[in-house]
């Protein structure tokens, strides 16, 4: 069963912009957190940033500064907008939530959105 999917993805120069969205099929107010990760060609997947519930956010540092992680509870989606895109930032990326309930952790992935940054 999907609990997520993923769009936004695309086509964009170095320099451009993009808004990734995160469709979440599950009640937002019972996510410990909300993350985007990548995965470039031949790399590992790594993450890029992350909205835990209590409002921190944080960011890898290649990305301080351009990306921003938000969420909208109302229309249950989580976003990742990203300017001054780079080269080397192409890659697939997804979307991934946690929840927990009694105690355990339930993770859920998108299927991944494709971003490639190219002139």
């Known amino acids: 069963q999907v609990q997520l999917v993923e769009s936004g993805g695309g086509l964009v120069q170095p320099g451009g912009s993009l808004r990734l969205s995160c469709a979440v099929k599950?009640?937002?107010?019972?996510?410990?957190?909300m993350n985007w990760y990548r995965q470039a060609p031949g790399k590992e997947r790594e993450l890029v940033a992350s909205l835990i519930d209590g409002g921190s956010i944080n960011y890898a540092d290649s990305v301080k500064g351009r990306f921003t992680i938000s969420r909208d509870n109302e229309k249950n989606m989580v976003y990742l907008q990203m300017n001054s895109l780079k080269v080397e930032e192409m890659a697939v990326y997804y979307c991934?939530?946690?929840?927990?309930?009694?105690?355990?952790?339930?993770?859920?992935w998108g299927q991944g959105t494709q971003v490639t940054v190219s002139s």
């Open positions: 599950i009640s937002m107010y019972s996510l410990n957190s």
């Open positions: 991934k939530v946690d929840q927990l309930v009694s105690g355990t952790r339930y993770d859920y």
